[in-house]
């Protein structure tokens, strides 16, 4: 029988990877929408919209961290607090929350959601350029 713990783990591998991926299609997305500029850097409207897409991804893709770790420090300063109060000591075993993990979790599917839609951007300029 598996444990949470192990699942916490595994789900844990899973985001990594994606990440890792995302990551490198970004790259990869921002650098073909620079392929599509124009004289003068001018971007067609699907490009500009997916280029925008990417820097919205990449800005969830940090703030996925960033509010993991204030979340879980603030967090962590709290527990340490209450239990400095009751048993003038820090140590022990937490156990964390579910929401802890709610802001990261929303960054992450809002950076995918970002990266999917900035490629879409560009599927819809490469269709328009297809059409007479």
């Known amino acids: 029988m598996r444990v949470c713990i192990d699942y916490d783990i595994e789900k844990e591998e899973y985001t990594e990877k994606l990440t890792d991926i995302a990551r490198k299609l970004g790259f990869a997305a921002a ?21 925008v897409s990417v820097v919205i991804y990449f800005i969830c893709d940090v703030m996925q961290f960033f509010l993991g770790a204030i ?26 929350p579910a929401w802890l993990d709610y802001p990261r979790f929303c960054m992450w599917c809002m950076k995918v959601l970002f990266l999917l839609m900035s490629f879409a951007f560009i599927g819809y300029h490469l269709v328009m350029l297809g059409l007479p």
């Open 31 to 51: 650098a073909t929408c620079w392929f599509f500029r124009s004289d003068g850097n001018i971007f067609p409207d699907p490009i500009l919209a997916a280029l």
């Open 71 to 96: 979340m879980l420090r603030l967090w962590t300063r709290h527990m340490e607090k209450l239990a400095w109060a009751t048993s003038a000591t820090i140590d022990g075993d937490y156990d964390k």
